[in-house]
Antibody, heavy 126, light 107 residues
Framework: EVQLLESGGGLVQPGGSLRLSCAAS????????MSWVRQAPGKGLEWVSA????????YYADSVKGRFTISRDNSKNTLYLQMNSLRAEDTAVYYC???????????????????WGQGTLVTVSS | EIVMTQSPATLSVSPGERATLSCRAS??????LAWYQQKPGQAPRLLIY???TRATGIPARFSGSGSGTEFTLTISSLQSEDFAVYYC?????????FGGGTKVEIK
């Protein structure tokens, strides 16, 4: 069974940093692209960032470009999101999500998310 | 960026009735569209991909249709466990984008 378990959320002051982790199991982690998707309280879903299976390709939403960095350690089956210069509008539940299909390149966006982790809450407030 | 627009924002339906949810893309996404269900306090769950293919374990009362810019999710006979928020998502272009969601509530 595929499992994704996020951790690292918490309360941080504006301008601060936080690193989220997502521990994966039940599949060949290095073969699949992974993403972070967030959901502000009471709001909809927003894709944040994606990384290829090898880690060689990354994509970011404009809202986080230059502040967030996605990475992965395939030897530890773990996905990361380093979040710097945090703002109040970054407050959200952050989900990690696995691309459903193996593809050799994520240059074409064509893949959906399945499954999702349970999420970790990040609150940016003074 | 492709903008996904869902309607209505809220749909009030009685158990056993049919629910029809719409999703429109600002430009063609071919059939590269997925639907997710989210219940309070839970992560989203994949229902449909490729605009019309049910994911593993999804009941046959859920069906998807459409291509290009217009898509529909139909729940043929609402069960109590189907009251939730539903999101469409395009994966034709980066960034992958979601609609704002449709909340299906009990009438």
């Amino acid at each position: 069974e595929v499992q994704l378990l996020e951790s690292g959320g918490g309360l941080v002051q504006p301008g601060g940093s936080l690193r989220l982790s997502c521990a994966a199991s039940g599949f060949t982690f290095s073969s699949y692209a992974m993403s972070w998707v967030r959901q502000a309280p009471g709001k909809g879903l927003e894709w944040v960032s994606a990384i290829s299976g090898s880690g060689g390709s990354t994509y970011y939403a404009d809202s986080v470009k230059g502040r967030f960095t996605i990475s992965r350690d395939n030897s530890k089956n773990t996905l990361y999101l380093q979040m710097n210069s945090l703002r109040a509008e970054d407050t959200a539940v952050y989900y990690c999500a696995k691309d459903a299909l193996y593809v050799p390149s994520i240059a074409a966006a064509g893949n959906w998310f399945d499954p999702w982790g349970q999420g970790t809450l990040v609150t940016v407030s003074s | 960026e492709i903008v996904m627009t869902q309607s209505p924002a809220t749909l009030s339906v009685s158990p056993g009735e049919r629910a029809t949810l719409s999703c429109r893309a600002s430009q063609s996404v071919s059939s590269n569209l997925a639907w997710y269900q989210q219940k309070p306090g839970q992560a989203p769950r994949l229902l449909i991909y490729g605009a019309s293919t049910r994911a593993t374990g999804i009941p046959a009362r859920f069906s998807g249709s459409g291509s290009g810019t217009e898509f529909t999710l139909t729940i043929s006979s609402l069960q109590s466990e189907d009251f939730a928020v539903y999101y469409c998502q395009q994966y034709n272009n980066w960034p992958r984008t979601f609609g704002g969601g449709t909340k299906v509530e009990i009438k």
